[in-house]
């Protein structure tokens, strides 16, 4: 099998187009391998083409920039590790029968003197072609990256790597200014004067940034894995109870009080082993937060969200076009989970369609959140019935998503829990209501008794059930069964719409159409 990528197909990075429908939705697996100053990272890519789920994802710390500031040549025995990550890289691709293995570069390989001959030596062992990238390009990659996981995101992105660190603007789907600097931890240990000189050259090229910039007090995303380290820092600070880095919210004020935290701490070996960090991303994390305090004081950043998707996202989303870009990535990715796993698939937009009455006061946020919902209602079936509901939750609040907070995590997951059992209480999972208020809680126990209801209603996807009526001023709920389905409303069915009737404090009527 042939993984060689040629360099210079029209296919962009990927060396041939990956979506050449427009429509198209499914994506074949695709590899992607981020050749970094830190670390030497293959993702394989597999499934909905808007919102690709993460079919294998490996990670080896090699170091390849360390040193690099001193020397001019990459960390001898990270070159090694490096080329050795690229061989079992390679054959894991050619045991998944992909196609194509996309190799970039970034900081070390292109400021190192022997950058080129790794990369001639990568080729000639493994056949891959290795795409070393300027800053600005990864800067816009990085950038797209967080394009895919927030549909119409604004704002400041910042990606730190080992040896650099670049910004990049976006606003309306669209990239803008970018700059590169040598912000990165690994370059930071070899600046001279000790804490001194390092705080004047972080301030002085800060500086000289914003100048480059401008004015940017909307977003601040950030990418990178000494980021993601000082967000774990501060969930562990914190006590935060939902451990997911995607769509993590920090302010100004947090990231000072974990700066100080990291500075300060007695023993990072144990911090680190307490937040699940690796000891060369733990080595690092104390400068990382010196350059993200002055980051903060810079720029002024209205808030602050991690990203996890970065620099491989981007390249998937650079191949994308416009129509696939525009559509909603939590709601592909939920379309996608029903036709894979749910006993019937279609059946969610319908339920979507019967609900929609009860919510048609929603603001467009909360009815994709309802419509993710109705296509997810199915797909934990096979679980053990006693604990269906609260695998419900567990997948929901812990999937793989884009474009969901983690405040929309938590109301997703509570309608799938009500699904399946009327009652919230005494579930393993209690500790993570509360990032959400009582009305959140209740919205999505009404939403769970609806989905609850309209599952007693399954007939073929395209079957008329019928339709709701909701007054909520008059709390008065309506239900009007089509003849075929009035069959369907036993017992159990009666009870299901009486409980949801509860929940919304109305009276419930139930009436025949003609037809």
Same mark, same amino acid.
């Given at each position: ?195 001194? =000189? ?8 800060? &500086?000289? #940034? ?6 940017? *007090?909307? $977003? %601040? ?124 698939? =279609? ?8 609900? &929609?009455? #009860? ?6 946020? *909360?009815? $994709? %959140? ?109 239900l009007r069964l089509a003849p075929d389905a009035m069959p369907l409303f036993g017992e159990v069915a009666e009870s299901r719409l009486n409980s949801l009737a509860a929940s919304l404090q109305a009276e419930v009527t139930i009436k025949q159409r003609k037809r």
């Open positions: 099998m042939n993984v060689l990528v040629e360099p210079h197909h029209d296919g962009g990075l990927f060396g041939r187009p990956l979506f050449e429908d427009p429509s198209a939705r499914a994506l074949s697996r695709v590899g992607v391998v981020d050749v970094g100053s830190n670390s030497v990272r293959l993702v394989v890519f597999d499934g909905a083409a808007r919102s690709p789920a993460y079919f294998y994802n490996e990670k080896i710390m090699c170091a390849l920039g360390a040193g690099l500031s001193d020397t001019g040549h990459l960390n001898p025995e990270g070159r090694v590790r490096a080329l050795g990550a690229l061989r079992r890289f390679h054959r894991l691709a050619k045991g998944m029968g992909l196609s194509d293995l996309t190799v970039v570069a970034t900081a070390a390989v292109r400021d190192a003197s022997d950058g080129p001959a790794f990369c001639a030596d990568v080729e000639r062992e493994t056949g891959l072609y290795v795409r070393t990238i300027d800053g600005r390009e990864e800067a816009r990659l990085s950038a797209q990256g967080v394009l895919l996981g927030w549909p119409g995101s604004y704002g400041l992105v910042c990606d730190i790597g080992g040896s650099s660190m670049e910004l990049a603007e976006i606003s309306g789907g669209i990239v803008g200014r970018r700059e590169t600097s040598d912000l990165g931890p690994l370059k930071l240990q070899t600046i001279k004067g000790g804490k001194k =000189g390092r705080t004047a050259h972080i301030k002085a090229t800060m &500086e000289r #940034l914003k100048d480059a910039m401008g004015a940017q *007090r909307d $977003r %601040l995303f950030l990418v990178g894995g000494s980021w993601r380290a000082i967000c774990k820092v501060d969930m562990h600070r914190r006590g935060y109870p939902l451990q997911v880095l995607h769509e993590y919210r920090m302010t100004p004020k947090a990231v000072r009080q974990t700066a100080k935290f990291i500075a300060t701490h007695p023993n990072h070996e144990e911090l680190r082993a307490a937040c699940g960090i690796s000891a060369a991303r733990m080595a690092l994390a104390p400068l990382a937060a010196e350059v993200l305090v002055r980051l903060v004081k810079t720029f002024k950043p209205k808030d602050i969200a991690i990203s996890s998707y970065g620099i491989r996202e981007g390249m998937l989303y650079e191949q994308m076009p416009q129509r696939l870009r525009d559509r909603d990535p939590l709601v592909e990715a939920c379309r996608f989970a029903e036709a894979k796993d749910a006993r019937m698939p =279609g059946f969610g937009k319908r339920l979507y369609e019967f609900l &929609e009455p #009860l919510f048609k006061s929603a603001p467009f946020a *909360r009815k $994709r %959140l309802i419509k993710a919902a109705c296509l997810l209602h199915d797909v934990s079936w096979r679980a053990h019935p006693d604990y269906r509901a609260e695998v419900c939750f567990d997948n929901a609040t812990r999937a793989n998503l884009g474009g969901l907070k983690h405040s929309e995590r938590i109301f997703l997951g509570l309608a799938l829990l009500h699904r399946y059992t009327n009652r919230r209480e005494g579930t393993h999972f209690e500790y993570l209501y509360d990032l959400v208020d009582e009305k959140t809680q209740t919205d999505a126990e009404v939403l769970g008794k609806a989905m609850r209801f309209g599952a007693m209603m399954w007939m073929d996807k395209d079957a008329n059930l019928g339709e709701f009526r909701w007054f909520p001023k008059k709390k008065q709920l309506e």
